[in-house]
């Protein structure tokens, strides 16, 4: 019979935790880039301001994907963070809209919050790159704080791209070259 249990202590593969390694350097080089801008004020694009949270979870939920290649997982973090961000504006929107229309408080969000999630979880073997785990997690934390959610959304949307582009397709590029060279190593 299998062992399906996980250990609970793990001796990693020496290559695996360079890849690690790899990827942690780069989130805390762009961290300190990111903290040098801010403290500077260089921060903002065109009216629009980076995000710090929407920008570093970006890296954080690409790399939980491990069983997907890289090309579908910047997809599934972009495409999936955007519908995230998109349906709890949407939701903050619609909660005050039917609030005016005199419906209460709890139901208002209730219903809302049912039609998002069942959309979320229904949607996703339909279309799995703009509804998933991703924009799951990106829906979650945006409801964190609701009204800045609607107020910030292009900046958040700005900075999901950033991050994307920043972080997860630059940090595939360095695990990209890390791995042909341990290719090339062994052979």
């Not at 929407?54 to 790399?63: E, G, N, Q």
């Not at 005016?100 to 339909?126: M, N, R």
């Amino acid at each position: 019979m299998e062992n399906t249990s996980l250990p609970f202590i793990c001796k990693p593969k020496k290559a695996k935790m360079l890849g690690l390694v790899i990827v942690f350097a780069w989130i805390i080089f762009w961290n300190v880039i990111y903290q040098i801008l801010h403290a500077k004020g260089l921060t903002h694009l065109g009216g629009l301001e980076i995000v710090n949270w929407s920008f570093f979870l970006s890296v954080t939920v690409f790399f939980m994907q491990e069983e997907l290649p890289y090309k579908t997982r910047f997809l599934t973090t972009l495409l999936g963070g955007a519908v995230g961000l998109l349906m709890a504006a949407g939701v903050a929107k619609g909660t005050a809209l039917l609030m005016g229309a005199g419906v209460g408080h709890v139901a208002a969000v209730s219903l809302l919050l049912i039609v998002a999630i069942a959309a979320l979880i229904l949607l996703q073997p339909v279309l799995p790159y703009l509804f998933n785990n991703v924009g799951f997690c990106y829906f979650i934390v945006s409801l964190i704080s609701s009204k800045e959610t609607v107020v910030n959304l292009p900046s958040n949307l700005l900075s999901l791209a950033l991050g994307c582009v920043i972080l997860n397709l630059g940090c595939s590029l360095l695990l990209g070259a890390y791995k042909k060279k341990m290719t090339k190593k062994a052979a």
